[in-house]
């Protein structure tokens, strides 16, 4: 048996969760948009007959609905709607100035009575979302980049993000306090790509994009292509260069300009005047910046893709040909000019040492012209007699008899 304390306290509690509202509970707050429309509806209406309803919004009364009938004061008459059997209220056009509590009273045949609340946050939608940023040309290193977003309509929260990802503060990334504005300082080419900034609300979004190109370069210029090349093929020379915007190309070869204004230097086939160092310059209109890359060819006689032109043939040929010319004249030349001497020095008489030889010849010639008439004085033998005559021929003697020595005359 309960005690009369602990009924008493059990009635308290009822009657006053019943006054305070606790019977009636409805999902959690509620948010619209102006223009849209909301409905409140209990958890858990009363299961017993119903007398009397009535909805307040703050301390004002909305409605007051009977079991037969619903009385709608004038200031709602045209934006609500509400079904006895749910309880359910439903206001259509929201304006701002609808935010705030809605009060639900219920009292049954028995007399007993319910309440709950609920409230709702009303906001414009989000419209008109617009990002504006330099409209001068940005260069890496150089310039610096605001970007700044506008909109209408209740922003909650404000959202950066860059190619899909979010964007986040850094040493050359600043927001502004109230994160609508951003600066870029100085700018980097990682900095290209679409920006992206996002206004929220509980009911509405709306996003605005905008693209930044960083112009850079040119740079790490490179020429592909042969260093050794046969003669009379084609040969190409492709230059490319790392740039933004794209790079425009002149050549120089050996340090003259060539006219050539592409990417591609082509040779459509080879000769020797053709080696030497070409030279390929790219220049970016925006930055203003240039670079230059040197690319040396050597044309040489080769052994296999297709031989040699008729060109360089003809050149051999004409080569050849006044080679022969020329060693033809100088033997002509030296017909004319060197043998008719070469003969007139044959013909002139020995001096010197050659008189001294013809002399000894004489003596042997004497020799042999008297060998069987006389006889040989002393011992000396007719063999010794030619090796005598053979020496003074190996020396330049004669054995002719000399004039005597003249006479010196003392002074």
């Known amino acids: 048996m309960v005690s009369h304390g602990l009924y008493w306290t059990l009635w308290m509690l009822s009657c006053l969760g019943q006054y305070s509202g606790e019977d009636l509970q409805f999902p959690e707050v509620a948010n619209g948009a102006v223009g849209g429309s909301v409905v409140f509806s209990p958890n858990n209406p009363p299961s ?5 309803v009535q909805w307040h919004f703050g301390t004002a009364l909305i409605l007051t609905a009977l079991s037969d009938s619903t009385i709608i004061v004038p200031a709602y008459r045209d934006r609500i709607s509400f079904d006895i059997n749910t309880l359910a209220l439903e206001l259509w056009n929201l304006r701002l100035d609808d935010s705030g509590i809605y009060r639900l009273t219920v009292i049954t045949v028995t007399s007993d009575q319910f309440t709950g609340e609920t409230s709702i946050q009303v906001f414009e939608n989000i419209t008109n979302v617009r990002l504006t940023g330099p409209e001068e040309p940005l260069i890496e290193g150089e310039s610096s980049a605001n970007i700044t977003s506008d909109g209408t309509g209740s922003i909650i929260s404000v959202q950066w993000m860059k190619d899909n990802r979010p964007l986040s503060p850094s040493n050359s990334i600043i927001f502004s306090s109230d994160n609508r504005s951003v600066s870029i300082s100085p700018v980097q080419r990682s900095d290209t790509g679409e920006y992206q900034c996002t206004y929220t609300n509980p009911v509405s979004s709306e996003t605005a994009k905008l693209s930044l ?3 850079y370069g040119p740079e790490d210029v490179f020429i592909q292509g042969d260093y050794v ?27 003259s300009d060539t006219g050539v204004t592409t990417d ?3 040779i459509d086939q080879t000769d020797f005047t053709h080696s030497g160092d070409y030279e390929c310059t790219a220049l970016n209109s925006v930055t203003k910046r240039s670079a230059t890359q040197k690319h040396a060819l050597l044309v040489k006689v080769g052994g296999g893709g297709g031989g040699l032109t008729s060109g360089a043939i003809a050149g051999i040929v004409i080569g050849v040909l006044v080679a022969v010319a020329g060693i033809c004249g100088l033997i002509v030349y030296l017909t ?6 070469l003969n007139l020095r044959q013909k002139r008489p020995a001096s010197g040492a050659q008189q001294g030889q013809e002399s000894v010849y004489e003596e042997i010639n004497d020799f042999q012209r008297t060998n069987g008439e006389g006889s040989v004085s002393g011992n000396m033998s007719e063999s010794s007699l030619y090796v005598n005559l053979y020496e003074n021929v190996r020396h330049g003697v004669s054995n002719r008899p000399r004039a005597p020595t003249p006479p010196q005359v003392m002074k």
């Open 264 to 266: 591609t230097f082509t």
């Open 229 to 255: 090349v046969d003669l009379g093929v084609r040969v190409s020379l492709s230059c490319s260069a790392n740039s933004e915007p794209a790079a425009s190309f002149s050549w120089k070869f050996n340090r």
């Open 336 to 341: 004319i000019t060197k043998i008719p001497k």
């Open 48 to 52: 017993t007959s119903i007398d009397t």
């Open 213 to 215: 190109i960083i112009n």
